[in-house]
């Protein structure tokens, strides 16, 4: 269930330099320790470092390893469980889970076994297996009737997911949120500035102008929503449930129903990406409160972390696609990708879905959340620091700002750069890993009550070196 739990609401002492309560001059030495404490026990990771003279592209494999707080990467020697061991020998409790790709836990066994026999019998060759059937049918069970597709990543089963809604309603845009984030889709990479929607300014090598592609509106605002399907010209509303990716806004009351009626009124379809809400409970977001979306879309851990994701057309909208599709001439139809629906990812989607992500494994993990959840409430509020806590079934953040958040431009406003990556990487050096990008933490269904009250614990102890 999704709840915000209060803290202190009122910045207390009158500094006006004063960072989400915190004095700048705490906020330094903090970073300054941490980074020390870093160093002192990571001789291998620095060894490792090679900076200029490594064979990657800025010296990292992926971008983002850049993001993380660390002054150089953590190198992994290995994960089981909720616990990452890194190759100075380093034993972290994994509260990051790979950004939700891990989310049920390092390789949880089944999936790993899975994994295992199908290695033996060929990794991929473009057709499908009888396991690829089973899965089929465990994702209607999990997840509601749906036709659905396999894809590798979430980024591509929602553009696949945008091609449809345009293919069935032959209408040019997508509707998304100031400050969304639905993976690396072009189509969805804009923002709301001085009311207008625009490319997102970081975006690299882009020279289209997305406003053609794209309408932002305001989450929790209808009639910003309503505004821009008026126009005639939007294909789908591309949301998630909760916005996840910009601290956590929980959707108003009646705001998701809210979409459900203006899709249907004005003729557009619903996209629910349940990428992260999948955290909710069994079947997402979506199923945990009732909803119904025209298409869903899931990725990440939805096959346990190896590289899969689905989505999936209500059956009325699969037959509207099929009649689209079918009419257009034999050849490139612009979807799929050659390594989607290999037999690895069938056998660990249906490893997953069928012993992993199970009810059980959700009420622990809800369980574990709360609990997380309520210890970092209680510590902020012993502290009588402006912030608050949200939890989203397994998923918990802290956010250094008063709450609760209505939208994307105040998600934005709330974030404090500088104090986040100095909480992080003091985190880190007390064995306890969180989220890069903003304050996430997920709860598995093998994450320990011992591994929660140090998290708990050692978030108590930064706040003390902060404040006093
Ligand atoms: N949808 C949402 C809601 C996401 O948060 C993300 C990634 N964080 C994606 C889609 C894309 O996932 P991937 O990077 O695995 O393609």
Redo the contacts with the bound molecule.
Sequence with gaps: MSSPMSAATTPQPSDKNLVAGIRPDRLAALAARAADDYRAARPRCFAADLGAGSPFLDAVPMHWMRDWPMPVPMLVAEATGATLTDIDGNRLDDFCLG???SMFGHSPAPVAEAIRAQAARGLTYMLPTEAAQRAGNLLSHVFGDFKWQIAT??????RFALRAARAVTGRPKVLVFDG??????DDAMVTLEGGRTVSRPGLVGQITDLSTLASAAIFNDLASVEAALATGEIAAILT?PVM??SCMVLPAPGFLEGLRDLATRYDALLIH?????ISSGLGGYTRTHGLSPDIF?V??CVAGGL?T?VWGLAPDVAERFLRAYRAKPAGHSGMGTTLSANPLQFAALEATLGQVMTPENYARMNAGAERLAAGLAAAIAAHDLPWHVVNVGARVEFICAPGPLNNGAEAAAAHRPDLERAIHLALVTRGCLIAP?HNMMLVSPVTSDAQIDRLIAAFDEILTELTQ
Excluded: L, Q, R, S
């Design positions: 950004d939700t790709g990543t979430a980024t591509d089963a929602n969304c984030y639905h993976g690396t889709v998630e996840t990716n990406d349940e990428t992260h809400t879309v990725g990440k590289p994701a990008f």
